[in-house]
């Protein structure tokens, strides 16, 4: 299932879908947009109208000029809603005014609204592609919460073309509770830009640890703050915390860090830019309880971080050979200890081994490498197409 080393397609006409234009989810699919838009491809995005915030809209206004197919921003509600009849209709319209060769969809509700089209029948000439970033596949097949949406990826499998893994953990997960793709399979991991392969320095008033990420339960912050308080009952440590970053839990969390008498050490900085949160803290923690393949974890690696991240989802696919650093989740003795550790290693000792992970990182995690393998991915996928159907007029890329 590793990427394939096909020519180039031709000039392509691909529309992009996905849900919350924040996070990591986001960062790929505007990467990627961009790279396709640079190599000749007409390319449109619909993405979600309630998330995203003033950053969102800035990022996708920036990049609208350059969207040959436009820019649509329509309600999508994370959870099953009467609007998606709404959105399904736009997506369908969009789709007979584009005449795309492409339907991309990225994450969970992405991937439903380009592949259901195609179940009821309505629209069956694009290409579908589906790259899963967690969502559904978090969810135990056991689990009676997760039955309703796993039965829903089980359906719209007959119809995916392509799958698009980020990561050999998200394609474990898929083989796991729903089976074997109907469609081509291929991981293709996350790519960062050679420009942000330089280290950033920490300021000297940098606090001890530092969070980027979203506010959520799912994200272990509550496990960072009793570690926090744990560090100072076993080893008389008042370290300094900033949280970089929003999201639904930032009211509980912060009453947490009160009820743990740690208010006056804990900031909430809200959110900013990977790279210049990177400056506010000596060590990055990535508590995490549940990850695909984070971006985090890869930009902090590329800029020379030194890191302590828990071994969940892909975070070891991204740490290779230095994987034994990584530490058990939902453990506060532990993250405990492993903080107190980093705290006291020596900066040396620290900034060589961000040095070494930063260089597995650049060698495996380029951006150049994830948007061929992309495009190779749909080009393969219309082969087969083809193949199964050789009528000419089934796909024909580029014509209206």
């Known amino acids: 299932?590793?990427?394939?080393?096909?020519?180039?397609?031709?000039?392509?006409?691909?529309?992009?879908?996905?849900?919350?234009?924040?996070?990591?989810?986001?960062?790929?699919?505007?990467?990627?947009?961009?790279?396709?838009?640079?190599?000749?491809?007409?390319?449109?995005?619909?993405?979600?109208?309630?998330?995203?915030?003033?950053?969102?809209?800035?990022?996708?206004?920036?990049?609208?000029?350059?969207?040959?197919?436009?820019?649509?921003?329509?309600?999508?509600?994370?959870?099953?809603?009467?609007?998606?009849?709404?959105?399904?209709?736009?997506?369908?319209?969009?789709?007979?005014?584009?005449?795309?060769?492409?339907?991309?969809?990225?994450?969970?509700?992405?991937?439903?609204?380009?592949?259901?089209?195609?179940?009821?029948?309505?629209?069956?000439?694009?290409?579908?592609?589906?790259?899963?970033?967690?969502?559904?596949?978090?969810?135990?097949?056991?689990?009676?919460?997760?039955?309703?949406?796993?039965?829903?990826?089980?359906?719209?499998?007959?119809?995916?073309?392509?799958?698009?893994?980020?990561?050999?953990?998200?394609?474990?997960?898929?083989?796991?509770?729903?089976?074997?793709?109907?469609?081509?399979?291929?991981?293709?991991?996350?790519?960062?830009?050679?420009?942000?392969?330089?280290?950033?320095?920490?300021?000297?008033?940098?606090?001890?640890?530092?969070?980027?990420?979203?506010?959520?339960?799912?994200?272990?912050?509550?496990?960072?703050?009793?570690?926090?308080?744990?560090?100072?009952?076993?080893?008389?440590?008042?370290f300094k915390l900033v949280l970089i970053g929003s999201g639904p839990d930032e009211a509980s969390l912060k009453q947490l860090a009160f009820d743990l008498n740690l208010q006056d050490r804990v900031q909430f900085a809200g959110a900013m830019p990977a790279r210049q949160a990177f400056s506010q803290g000596r060590i990055l923690v990535i508590p995490s309880r549940m990850e695909s393949l984070p971006y985090i974890v890869l930009e902090a690696a590329a800029a020379a971080k030194p890191m302590i991240a828990t071994h969940v989802g892909g975070i070891a696919e991204i740490f290779g050979p230095h994987a034994d650093r990584l530490i058990t989740s939902d453990d506060v003795f532990t993250l405990a200890s492993a903080m107190q550790t980093e705290h006291e290693r020596c900066p040396t000792a620290l900034r060589a081994r961000a040095l070494s992970l930063q260089e597995h990182v650049h060698t495996h995690f380029h951006i150049s490498q994830m948007v061929k393998s992309v495009l190779a991915g749909y080009q393969q996928a219309r082969a087969e197409r083809q193949r199964k159907n050789p009528m000419p007029h089934c796909i024909s890329a580029g014509q209206n």
């Open 1 to 238: 299932m590793t990427a394939i080393s096909s020519p180039l397609p031709e000039t392509l006409k691909i529309l992009h879908i996905l849900r919350a234009p924040q996070g990591g989810l986001f960062r790929h699919v505007l990467d990627l947009t961009r790279a396709q838009i640079a190599l000749g491809h007409e390319v449109g995005l619909i993405v979600d109208s309630l998330t995203g915030g003033e950053q969102a809209e800035q990022s996708l206004q920036a990049i609208a000029p350059d969207l040959a197919l436009g820019l649509s921003r329509i309600p999508m509600r994370r959870n099953p809603h009467y609007s998606d009849v709404l959105a399904l209709n736009h997506i369908l319209e969009r789709s007979r005014q584009t005449n795309p060769d492409v339907l991309h969809g990225h994450g969970s509700k992405g991937g439903f609204y380009a592949r259901l089209p195609a179940c009821m029948g309505l629209d069956s000439k694009p290409i579908r592609a589906y790259t899963p970033h967690g969502g559904s596949f978090h969810y135990s097949k056991s689990g009676w919460r997760g039955a309703p949406f796993l039965k829903v990826e089980a359906l719209l499998n007959r119809v995916t073309d392509v799958f698009l893994f980020e990561s050999a953990y998200i394609a474990s997960c898929f083989h796991d509770t729903i089976g074997k793709p109907k469609g081509l399979e291929l991981i293709i991991m996350n790519g960062l830009h050679e420009s942000e392969f330089q280290p950033v320095a920490w300021r000297e008033d940098a606090a001890d640890f530092l969070y980027i990420g979203e506010l959520r339960t799912l994200k272990g912050i509550d496990v960072l703050l009793r570690a926090m308080a744990q560090c100072d009952l076993l080893f008389d440590h008042k």
